[in-house]
């Protein structure tokens, strides 16, 4: 069955205090994997696609990486306008895409 | 670019009534779902169309129903409204193996 686990299921930090989310999948043959930016009371916004082990994103803060099994999104010298939860999202054959629960983030300014 | 609008934003039924969740995108996207969220459980997946006139069920179908007559408008359809559908929903759009665009949400409470 396919599955996507997100760690932590929680995560404080200070501001300034850089650290990752992990996002571990099991899916038969995997066409692509989302990040995603949730605010409360709003839809998921998207962030990243990456295809392939070895790709690695970045947008501002964040760099999305993936490996074969996982894919990490790192985080360096947060903000609190970063608090938010992040999803994860892979694509497996055909047109459905599973997501993660998601990893609540919240700076401390 | 209004990209993907929802209506109502909060609705609240009684148990055996029935709404239209309608959801339009403006931006010629062949691919659209309907997703619902609940605490703690992530985004579950109701419906889904590739394209007009053709819909498929998601993991949880049960209670709802689409339809897909235009590229730009999905409406999920609850007929007999049941408290296990207390949820927030969500309508989103994409181009196929691309990145979705989510409306904003409905949050719908069932009493």
């Known amino acids: 069955e396919d599955q996507v686990t997100q760690s932590p299921e929680a995560l404080r930090l200070q501001e300034g205090e850089s650290s990752s989310l992990n996002c571990s999948y099991t899916?038969?043959?995997?066409?692509?994997l989302f990040w995603y930016r949730q605010d409360p009371g709003k839809g998921p916004e998207f962030l990243f696609t990456l295809y392939s082990a070895g790709e690695e994103k970045e947008k501002e803060r964040l760099k999305a990486t993936l490996t074969k099994k996982e894919s990490f999104l790192h985080i360096t010298a947060p903000k609190p306008e970063d608090s938010a939860t992040y999803l994860c999202a892979v694509q497996a054959s055909g047109d459905k895409i599973i997501f993660g629960k998601g990893t609540r983030l919240h700076i401390l300014p | 670019n209004a990209g993907v609008t929802q209506t109502p934003k909060f609705r609240i039924l009684k148990i055996g009534q029935s709404m239209t969740l309608q959801c339009t995108q403006d931006?010629?996207?062949?691919?659209m779902y309907w997703y619902r969220q609940d605490p703690g459980m992530g985004l579950k997946l109701i419906y889904y169309s590739v394209g007009a006139g053709i819909t498929d069920k998601g993991e949880v179908p049960n209670g709802y129903n689409v339809s897909r007559s235009t590229t730009e408008d999905f409406p999920l359809r609850l007929e007999l409204a049941a408290p296990s559908q207390t949820s927030v929903y969500f309508c989103?759009?994409?181009?196929?193996?691309?990145?979705?665009?989510f409306g904003s949400g409905t949050r719908l409470t069932v009493v």
């Open positions: 931006m010629n996207h062949n691919y």
């Open positions: 989103a759009s994409s181009f196929r193996d691309a990145g979705y665009t």
């Open positions: 899916v038969s043959g995997l066409r692509g």
